[in-house]
């Protein structure tokens, strides 16, 4: 079964760091380029950051960019999401997901999330 | 970047048909793709590309698009099809992705 699966999720004050980790199963994940996407509480979604297939090109959106730092495994089937100065804004549910370049890169495989929540 | 604009809420009545919008520059140059979202899920694809389902997804889920404008229509709309849809393409540079602000759909 193709899958994706979140950790690391959790309370952190503001200022503090999280790394999350997102496992792939079931498909070649070095194959593909890998994304993080997050949903503020009650909110719309909002790509964070994006990963080519062997970490040549990295992207970030401006509201994350110089805190945090995504990263990819390709032996242990993982990505990472490093998230240092985080703000009460950063505050979601973060998502990992595939982008599959025989759909038009649209994103066909999400993972279930994992909350982090930034406050005192 | 750019920017995708959807309303943020439209309805239909059972078994109807709806047509969800997606505004914005980077549609002219590149395909959108849609995205349905129940309350405490995560987002699932339902239409990439020119207009393509993945397999699971209902065909009374279709795609379209106009200049800068990309559409999701449903056509019988059912009672399930109750969500949160997003489109999401990329920006002027080719290079970040963008997400619409979503729209809330209800069955009537």
């Known amino acids: 079964e193709v899958q994706l699966v979140e950790s690391g999720g959790g309370l952190v004050k503001p200022g503090g760091s999280l790394r999350l980790s997102c496992a792939a199963s079931g498909f070649t994940f070095s194959n593909y380029f890998m994304n993080w996407v997050r949903q503020a509480p009650g909110k719309g979604l909002e790509w964070v950051s994006s990963?080519?297939?062997?970490?040549?090109?990295?992207y970030y959106a401006d509201s994350v960019k110089g805190r945090f730092t995504i990263s990819r495994d390709n032996a242990k089937n993982s990505l990472y999401l490093q998230m240092n100065s985080l703000r009460a804004e950063d505050t979601a549910v973060y998502y990992c997901?595939?982008?599959?370049?025989?759909?038009?890169?649209?994103?066909?495989?999400w993972g279930q999330g994992t909350l982090v929540t930034a406050s005192s | 970047s750019s920017e995708l604009t959807q309303d943020p809420a439209v309805s239909v009545a059972l078994g109807q048909t709806v047509r969800i919008t997606c505004q914005g520059d980077?549609?002219?140059?590149?395909?959108a793709s849609w995205y349905q979202q129940k309350p405490g899920q995560a987002p699932v694809l339902v239409i990439y590309g020119k207009n393509n389902r993945p397999s699971g997804i209902p065909d009374r889920f279709s795609g379209s698009s106009s200049g800068n404008t990309t559409s999701l229509t449903i056509t019988g709309a059912q009672a399930e099809d109750e969500a949160d849809y997003y489109c999401n393409s990329r920006d002027s540079s080719g290079n970040l992705v963008v997400f619409g602000g979503g729209t809330k759909l209800t069955v009537l």
């Open positions: 990963i080519s297939s062997s970490s040549t090109y990295i």
């Open positions: 980077s549609i002219r140059r590149y395909y």
């Open positions: 997901a595939r982008a599959n370049p025989l759909r038009d890169h649209a994103f066909d495989i």
